[in-house]
């Protein structure tokens, strides 16, 4: 994610080469080249009326309570504005305001039948409302395969890790990955973050690549954390079906899918942690090492040493004043849950 040029000019991931001029100033009649994103002469903008037309779309969509629409629409058009214009901080502080929003929105508005009547009515509102979260995000599933790319790449995946593993356990391992990648783009979506589809590397893992960034360190711990959070829910749901089924691969499954999260919660590089770590404050760092240390201590997992250690360092090293406590509790929720299900399957296979 290329960082945008300081002043006018517009980011080198957005820019296209053409002639080397493309239209002439509206204030001034200054010919501009096509990177500008302000006059350089009478600091008219140059996209103005594009920005009128996505201020429209983004209050139109909130309007009409479709916040990711909203959040897409002020993305966009604070990409079409120089860092120092004044417009700049007035439409981060727009989509802040609606990202925010979108993380106090329920996933699911309750119906009726959940917050009236009888217990047996809202039990049944309840399950409705689960059922509909579960098809929702089957649904997304099912339509990241339709990219070619994604399943391509998959497919590739697939074939490497069947000749030393067969291809059951290789089949479960890559739709773990891609349950984890999913989750990334589940949360770029909500968040109206633009992105390509998950692409697999044979031998290395997957990743999905941002056309946008995120606003701050807020979005960007949310987007990091939901791999893992989707990851988690793949290896419980293999870890229940090895609990019913007794069928070894299944636990194979399960503990190999919740090692690799845990491995992406370390706090270092593009990994997810590093991510989740960018908005937690110096003590919540340190908590979360300790906490780490101490699973791992409990678990006899080395792996949470070296997370805890990682961890440790980016406390030590922390200037931060962010103190996210969503990011904070789900850190930790997904190390101990992570930790306990690689426990649980190690503990079945010396069995």
């Not at 002639?19 to 100033?25: H, L, N, P, R």
């Not at 629409?73 to 860092?83: G, K, S, V």
């Not at 989750?183 to 990743?207: C, D, E, Q, S, T």
């Not at 360190?217 to 893992?228: I, K, N, Q, S, T």
């Amino acid at each position: 994610m290329p960082d945008g040029d300081v002043g006018t000019s517009r980011p080198a991931a957005s820019y296209e080469p053409g002639a080397a001029t493309v239209a002439a100033c509206a204030g001034c009649a200054t010919q501009l080249a096509p990177s500008l994103l302000a006059c350089p002469s009478c600091g008219t903008l140059v996209h103005a009326a594009e920005l009128t037309r996505l201020a429209a779309v983004a209050e139109e969509a909130d309007r009409r309570g479709d916040l990711p629409a909203a959040a897409a629409a002020w993305r966009d058009a604070l990409e079409l504005l120089p860092a120092a214009a004044p417009q700049h901080a007035a439409v981060a502080t727009r989509l802040d305001d609606v990202t925010r929003r979108i993380d106090a929105a329920p996933r699911v508005r309750p119906s009726a039948a959940t917050t009236d009547g009888s217990w047996l009515k809202r039990g049944w509102g309840a399950i409705s409302a689960a059922v509909v979260v579960l098809l929702s995000k089957a649904k997304l599933l099912l339509l990241g395969l339709t990219k070619a790319k994604t399943l391509f790449s998959m497919l590739a995946f697939v074939g490497v890790y069947f000749q030393l593993y067969g291809w059951p356990l290789a089949a479960g391992f890559v739709a773990s990955i891609y349950i984890h990648e999913m989750g990334h783009v589940a949360a770029l979506a909500r968040y109206g973050i633009r992105a390509g589809a998950p692409m697999f590397i044979p031998g290395l893992g997957a990743f999905v690549r941002l056309k946008q960034a995120p606003l701050n360190a807020r979005e960007d711990a949310r987007v990091g954390l939901a791999g893992p959070e989707w990851g988690l829910g793949a290896a419980a749901g293999a870890l229940v079906v090895f609990l019913i089924t007794g069928i070894p691969v299944w636990g194979a499954i399960a503990g190999l899918g919740a090692y690799l999260n845990l491995f992406n919660l370390l706090p270092v590089w593009q990994l997810d942690g590093a991510r989740g770590f960018r908005a937690l404050s110096r003590p919540q760092r340190w908590t979360a090492a300790g906490a780490t240390a101490l699973a791992g201590l409990l678990a006899s997992q080395p792996l949470l040493y070296v997370v805890a250690a990682v961890g440790g360092y980016r406390a030590w090293r922390s200037r931060e004043e962010t103190a996210d406590g969503r990011a904070f509790v789900t850190y930790l929720v997904l190390v101990v849950s992570l930790t306990a299900i690689v426990a649980a399957t190690a503990s079945v296979a010396r069995r």
